[in-house]
């Protein structure tokens, strides 16, 4: 059982930023490394939609449209963290942030929400215009 604890929401004018933050815990035998890491959304009344995703080994990195060029992901794989950098915030961007993790994850599957076993509880991210 792997879990998953995201940090570094909170409120921000439109055009500032935000880091997030998901640690990822197990017992033993286990490697962080081989584990996709992914940022999912989900605003007030809507679906839950894919934002950003990076790769274990290899840390290849995928971005929805809508972020793209202002968000960034990356991995600490010794702190066994992945990070979402977010610039340019906008209102839009306002909804709950959740950090999602699974090992056996294949590109065409990365941006659905079902593919992933294991989620943290969500950090709120709030954009005032």
């Known amino acids: 059982q792997v879990q998953l604890v995201e940090s570094g929401g909170g409120q921000v004018q439109a055009g500032g930023s935000l880091r997030l933050s998901c640690t990822a815990s197990a017992g033993t035998l286990w490697n962080f490394r081989t584990y996709t890491m992914t940022w999912f959304r989900q605003a007030p009344g809507k679906e839950r939609e894919f934002a950003a995703a990076i790769k274990g080994n290899g840390g290849s990195t995928f971005y929805a449209d809508s972020v793209k060029g202002r968000f960034t992901i990356s991995r600490d794989n010794a702190k066994n963290t992945a990070y979402l950098q977010m610039n340019s915030l906008k209102p839009e961007d306002t909804a709950v942030y959740y950090c999602?993790?699974?090992?056996?994850?294949?590109?065409?599957?990365?941006?659905?929400?079902?593919?992933?076993?294991?989620w943290g509880q969500g950090t709120q991210v709030t954009v005032s215009s």
């Open positions: 999602a993790a699974d090992a056996r994850v294949i590109n065409s599957a990365i941006r659905a929400p079902g593919t992933y076993d294991y």
